[in-house]
């Protein structure tokens, strides 16, 4: 089994930041593709950013120059920080990693719970 535990959301006040946090558990040979996912009330999920294995990042146009990801390859974790925050980063911000259980086993998506991002005007 896989487990993917988000930390880090909270309530800020505009131009605050917060860090988010994700580490993947269980059985896990690699790891792929890591990102961040928001979901707005009434509003599908989008894609905010990923980072390959090898460090390359891609953005979300809107979040650009205000959100980085990272990851740690050893710990299995990968970290959104969030700076200048505006209201309309308020979200359930959810992470996705696309791994491989085994060596024999085909990568698959697997996500975490959400956290709560509130950003108060």
């Known amino acids: 089994q896989v487990q993917l535990v988000e930390s880090g959301g909270g309530l800020v006040q505009a131009g605050g930041s917060l860090r988010l946090s994700c580490a993947a558990s269980g059985s896990i040979f690699s790891i792929n593709i890591m990102a961040w996912y928001r979901q707005a009330p009434g509003k599908q999920r989008e894609l905010v950013a990923t980072v390959t294995t090898g460090g390359s990042t891609n953005y979300l146009e809107s979040v650009k120059g205000r959100f980085t990801i990272s990851r740690d390859n050893a710990k299995n974790t990968v970290h959104l920080q969030m700076n200048s925050l505006k209201p309309q980063d308020t979200a359930v911000y959810f992470c996705?990693?696309?791994?491989?259980?085994?060596?024999?086993?085909?990568?698959?998506?697997?996500w975490g719970q959400g956290t709560q991002v509130t950003v108060s005007s």
């Open positions: 996705k990693a696309n791994l491989r259980s085994s060596l024999f086993s085909r990568p698959m998506d697997y």
